[in-house]
């Protein structure tokens, strides 16, 4: 089992910055892919991001790109959202997963593990 935590989120202007944190705990994390997806009002789930549990690969929708950043410390057993340049378009409750995902890391029935999410609210 592994247990994640979400946090960081809150109320940022738009342009703004926000740095989400996903800790784990329980088995090994450093084994698994981790991402993020993120869900607005009356809105389908979307994939926002994904890292490969080497750290060496990272994934973005192209909704994110080049504003967010993810990234892993699996000594700390955390995963970040680095997000800059952020819109009221990004307005969502983030969730982290973690899994063996293989290639379909975009798709959430991928990710075995999932934290409870962190409202993220951007303000124009």
């Known amino acids: 089992q592994v247990q994640l935590v979400e946090s960081g989120g809150g109320l940022v202007q738009a342009g703004g910055s926000l740095r989400l944190s996903c800790a784990a705990s329980g088995r090994t994390f450093s084994n698994y892919a981790t991402g993020w997806f993120r869900q607005g009002t009356g809105k389908e789930r979307e994939f926002v991001a994904a890292i490969m549990w080497s750290g060496g690969e990272t994934y973005y929708a192209d909704s994110v790109k080049g504003r967010f950043t993810i990234s892993r410390d699996n000594a700390k057993n955390t995963v970040y959202l680095q997000m800059n340049s952020v819109k009221p378009e990004d307005t969502a409750v983030y969730r982290c997963?973690?899994?063996?995902?293989?290639?379909?890391?975009?798709?959430?029935?991928?990710?075995?593990?999932w934290g409870q999410g962190t409202q993220v609210t951007v303000s124009s």
């Open positions: 997963g973690a899994g063996r995902t293989g290639r379909s890391f975009r798709m959430e029935y991928a990710y075995t593990y």
